[in-house]
């Protein structure tokens, strides 16, 4: 199985409905493939600029890594020099934190990333969990 765009359009605005309806900062949601290769971004209204690139590196890292962003900011506090190390590897690409979420299809295979930014880390979480779900698909963050 594969992310496709459709899959990506559901699980961004189900990710921005739940920061709606829980009060959330704005948010701004990417989706990325296997690959890490951008399927789909929106930016909620009135979020700030640069949230493209922050959401970006938390879904790139999680797919490049193959962990969660709670997972890489446990392991960045662990083991600092592994995680500055990849960073570096990915021209500075990652943000490790919370919000970056593996998407797994039913064989629990990855088939791509969600990149939330604009409130907490755990809101970010939270939110990108629920739009992943949302598709029918489980988060891994």
């Given at each position: 199985?594969t992310l496709?765009?459709?899959?990506?359009?559901?699980?961004i605005?189900?990710?921005?409905?739940?920061?709606?309806?829980?009060?959330m900062?704005?948010?701004?949601?990417?989706?990325?493939?296997?690959?890490?290769?951008?399927?789909?971004?929106?930016?909620?209204?009135?979020?700030?600029?640069?949230?493209?690139?922050?959401?970006?590196g938390?879904?790139?890292?999680?797919?490049?890594?193959?962990i969660?962003?709670?997972?890489?900011?446990?392991?960045?506090?662990?083991?600092?020099?592994?995680?500055?190390?990849?960073?570096?590897?990915?021209?500075?690409?990652?943000?490790p934190?919370?919000?970056g979420?593996?998407?797994?299809?039913?064989?629990?295979?990855?088939?791509?990333?969600?990149?939330?930014?604009?409130?907490?880390?755990?809101?970010?979480?939270?939110?990108?969990?629920?739009?992943?779900?949302?598709?029918?698909?489980?988060?891994?963050?």
């Amino acid at each position: 199985m594969t992310l496709n765009l459709h899959a990506a359009k559901q699980i961004i605005a189900t990710a921005m409905k739940t920061g709606i309806d829980q009060a959330m900062k704005p948010l701004s949601v990417v989706v990325v493939d296997a690959g890490g290769h951008v399927i789909a971004f929106e930016r909620g209204d009135g979020a700030p600029p640069g949230r493209f690139d922050i959401a970006l590196g938390k879904a790139y890292g999680s797919v490049m890594l193959g962990i969660g962003g709670t997972a890489q900011r446990d392991r960045a506090e662990a083991q600092s020099y592994f995680v500055l190390a990849a960073n570096g590897a990915y021209n500075g690409k990652l943000i490790p934190v919370p919000g970056g979420i593996l998407v797994r299809d039913d064989a629990g295979q990855v088939i791509g990333a969600v990149g939330v930014t604009g409130d907490t880390s755990e809101n970010d979480l939270a939110a990108g969990a629920a739009g992943i779900a949302s598709a029918g698909l489980t988060a891994d963050g």
